[in-house]
């Protein structure tokens, strides 16, 4: 079935601002609340918010077999259910509807007050709930960064690295969307001068700039999913920064991996862009050697590019963009993720989410995180306003955004923005 939507020609009887991340080749998935405090599925063009709700219950996909309420849920799990050729139907049909050359919503005022809302009069949601959620370990820059940080330089690279794309399962439950506050977390750390942990707040909190992956029911028990039939199972993706605290990290990784020092925050952007719509910005991903076993073999281009940046803002200060980075680093793309991830007959499900692992390029000014760009806060940044951080203060906020660009269009995925807030404190919440 082709792909309308993305015709860079289209234009829409919505007025775009120029440099908007959400033309009308975009047409990314969210869910939110309006402004009569109902949570609806809905989409956006420009900054106009689109209610597919109430577009579905007026009659305008009447020619799509969809269930009545498939878009008056509070998740995007059921329509991710419907599977790719649903997917493609719904976003050619948005992108007809709000054509410049369609006049029949755009004429219908009535309809319009009930169908379009103004970004100021919603709240987003979470827009999946989120089953599961899968971590990888895939920029070789990052991973050689930290190698070579915490154990041997000679040797950054453990000798499974380049064969397979590490991961480890994480905790879905503290993954939160953009806007929420972080607490800084406590746990045991091991200080450099000390002979026994010690127990309190996290000293090294940080970011990690990634993107994650949107699944649909891909799999039966004990089935793998083919390297080559992968994408059909990937409804589109998000910007994610998995929060991380350093000093709790090192005390804890040996022998099993990450644990309290990331599952305290993850979050995550709540427009899901899809995979149709970055289609015309697919790439070549970095050379892979030694060849990859049979199963993670790939043809084609596999890799997006995907300009990256992070902003670091003190509390009622301005903001400093303290990196610049590209999803096309990754060494180990989202195809070779999910072949691998259910190679050993792991079940993939609607809704659950898979991280990319830290986005870093090969030069400093791409790194993907506080403990590469400031080097273990030996090389602090410089902030706008005159002050230093080697790692996040309370009362900053990281600001994430994304976005592909050629000489025809612009698709992005706005932002994901959260603050980092002082250690929970149970006797400041109001019983």
């Given amino acids: 079935m082709p792909d309308t939507a993305n015709n860079p020609n289209r234009k829409s009887w919505i007025s775009v601002p120029t440099d908007s991340d959400f033309p009308i080749q975009n047409i990314p998935f969210g869910v939110f609340l309006t402004r009569d405090d109902v949570i609806t599925i809905g989409t956006r063009i420009g900054d106009i918010a689109i209610d597919l709700g109430a577009l579905h219950q007026l009659g305008y996909f009447n ?22 050729k649903t997917w493609r139907l719904v976003r050619n049909r948005i992108a007809e509807i709000f054509d410049v050359k369609n006049e029949t919503l755009k ?30 370990y895939s920029s070789k820059e990052h991973a050689t960064n930290v190698g070579t940080m915490f154990r041997d330089p000679d040797n950054a690279l453990l000798p499974n690295w380049l064969h397979i ?122 050379k892979q050697d030694p060849k990859p076993l049979p199963y993670l ?10 300009n990256l940046e992070v902003d670091l803002s003190p509390e009622n ?65 410089k902030m706008s306003d005159g002050t230093e951080r080697k790692f996040i203060n309370d009362g900053d906020t990281v600001t994430m955004r994304g976005y592909c660009k050629n000489d025809k269009v612009r698709i992005g995925f706005g932002e994901v923005s959260n603050k980092l807030l002082p250690p929970f404190n149970p006797k400041k919440v109001k019983k």
């Fill in 107 to 136: 004429n219908n005022e009535e309809h319009r007050k009930i169908v379009l809302f103004t970004l100021d009069e919603i709240e987003m949601q979470l827009p999946v709930q989120i089953g599961d959620y899968t971590d990888f």
């Fill in 317 to 381: 200060g301005a903001p400093t963009t303290i990196t610049k980075s590209n999803f096309k680093y990754m060494y180990w793309n989202m195809s070779q993720q999910l072949a691998h991830h259910t190679i050993n007959g792991c079940k993939v499900n609607s809704g659950d989410m898979m991280g990319s692992g830290t986005i870093s390029g090969s030069t400093p000014d791409s790194y993907g995180s506080m403990l590469e760009l400031t080097w273990k806060g030996e090389k602090p940044i």
């Fill in 165 to 286: 794309p590490v991961g480890y399962h994480g905790r879905s439950s503290s993954i939160v969307p953009s806007g929420i506050p972080i607490h800084r977390p406590k746990g045991q750390t091991m200080p450099a001068d000390a002979s026994e942990p010690v127990f309190g707040p996290s000293k090294l909190v940080d970011f990690e700039l990634e993107m994650a992956f949107i699944t649909t029911d891909a799999n039966l028990l004990g089935e793998p999913i083919p390297i080559e039939e992968a994408e059909d199972y990937i409804f589109g993706m998000v910007l994610f920064n998995d929060w991380s605290a350093r000093d709790i990290q090192k005390w804890e990784y040996v022998p099993l991996g990450p644990f309290l020092a990331k599952n305290f925050a993850s979050s995550v952007s709540p427009w899901i862009v899809t995979l149709d719509a970055l289609e015309p910005f697919r790439t070549d991903g970095p």
């Fill in 297 to 306: 073999n790939y043809k084609g281009k596999k890799s997006f590019d995907i």
């Fill in 63 to 84: 020619e799509i077999p969809l269930t009545d309420d498939i878009f008056l849920q509070d998740t995007l799990n059921d329509f991710i259910s419907d599977g790719k």
